[in-house]
Every structure is written in C-alpha cells, then in structure tokens.
C-alpha cells in the first residue's frame, strides 16, 4: 500500500481525501486538530513537530493555507510575514524534512489558488503567496523530473 503524507489534514478536502480513498492508501495527516493528526501538537513551521517514523513516501500533499482578505490598506505588515510563513516557509520546511524519504516516481501536490492567477479585490496577499506557491512547483517539477512529479 502506497503511503501519502497529508499536511494540513484537517481541512476540508483533506478529510475528503482521507475518507475516500483510505482503503486504498496508508495516509499519514500532519495536523493542528488531533483528531485528524498522527501526532500531537503538530506545528507545520517547527520540524520536531513533524511525524519522525523512517517510512518513505509515494506522495506528499500540502494543504496549509491562509486567506487574509482585507483591503490592502487594512493588512498590516505582519499579516503578510505571516501568510508567508504558512504557505511558502512551511512548505519549503516540510519539503526539506521529508525529501530524503521520497520514492522514485512519487507525487508532490501543493495547494494554490485562482487568486496566483487572476486580479481579485482584497486578495493581495493570499495573492502573494499563492503565486509563490506556483512559482516553486514549477521550479521543483523541472528539478525533481523524472523521478517526482510535482503538481
């Protein structure tokens, strides 16, 4: 059975994921809410939170997010640190972590936006981040080809 690492398993579509194909897949969630976590107090910005069993994996999804929407006049500085770290420094953080125990021919799918795309009023900075979130998967698809696909 193929293990995929959920992070951020508490959202919607991760529980989702999770319900629909658990028989199929050995799921590993990496969460705040314990309920849908494989470890206690997980804290995505904080590697001795992240689940430490040497397993290797088939697919890692990526489901921290933020939505901050305010005017751009409204948000302050530290929104968009913040936003930043979730999305993009936590990701790379998991990333980094979890690489070695990557599978030749295993999936990586990070979570973006419409927002990385089109000019929408009150997005600028899930806008930001998101467009870096689309940035890197581009970069590691062309870096990580043939061995892992990144979407």
Do not use: W
Request: include cysteine; charge should be negative; aromatic fraction near 14%.
């Amino acid at each position: 059975m193929k293990n995929i690492l959920l992070v951020g398993s508490s959202s919607a579509v991760a529980k989702q994921l999770f319900n629909d194909y658990k028989d199929h897949y050995n799921f590993i969630r990496l969460s705040r809410d314990e309920e849908v976590s494989d470890v206690i107090d997980f804290n995505v910005l904080n590697a001795d939170t992240y689940y430490k069993d040497e397993i290797y994996y088939d697919g890692l999804v990526y489901f921290p997010g933020s939505i901050n929407l305010k005017p751009f006049k409204s948000i302050k500085i530290e929104d968009f640190y913040n936003d930043f770290e979730i999305n993009i420094v936590g990701l790379v953080k998991i990333l980094k972590f979890y690489q070695p125990y990557l599978n030749n021919d295993s999936s990586l799918i990070f979570i973006s936006s419409l927002a990385s795309k089109i000019g929408m009023p009150f997005h600028s900075s899930v806008s930001l981040v998101k467009s870096a979130i689309v940035g890197l998967c581009s970069s590691l698809a062309a870096e990580f080809a043939p061995s892992i696909r990144v979407n």
